[in-house]
């Protein structure tokens, strides 16, 4: 499923009672030796509704580039200058197809059943997942 464009202050997630998948973005830069770790346990994941991965370097200097080689065709890698990391997290959020979002540091790991737990809260409580709003600089975030 393709998300339509976003205009600033629509909802990014609809809250329906199912969701197709996931997207998991894990922004890197200079990540190469904890970058593996990560995107592996996002694949362990007990979540079977799909999950989308997407790494976004961040102007990475360092093997990054030969870590994610071995993922090819499993996750989406979008390759940026340096930008910073609220930049970075918004490309990649620009390029999901997922719904909800999720966030991973490429130093972090997650237990193999935190996407399905929080599945549980996506249908569970609507409202939690209809506060991710985009908002343009002349528009303050709403929930």
Aim: hydrophobic content about 40%; proline content about 8%.
């Amino acid at each position: 499923m393709h998300n339509p464009p976003i205009s600033p202050g629509q909802p990014r997630v609809s809250c329906s009672e199912s969701f197709p998948s996931v997207s998991v973005i894990i922004p890197v830069r200079n990540g190469a030796r904890t970058l593996a770790c990560a995107i592996d346990r996002v694949l362990a994941q007990t979540y079977t509704d799909g999950v989308e991965i997407i790494v976004v370097k961040n102007g990475s200097t360092d093997a990054t580039t030969s870590v994610l080689a071995g993922y090819a065709g499993r996750i989406t890698v979008l390759n940026l200058p340096h930008r910073g990391i609220a930049a970075t997290r918004n490309s990649a959020v620009g390029a999901s197809h997922g719904e909800p979002l999720a966030f991973l540091d490429a130093d972090d790991t997650w237990l193999p059943e935190k996407l399905a737990e929080r599945s549980r809260s996506w249908t569970q409580i609507p409202a939690m997942c209809s506060s991710i709003m985009r908002a343009s600089p002349s528009t303050a975030m709403e929930p």
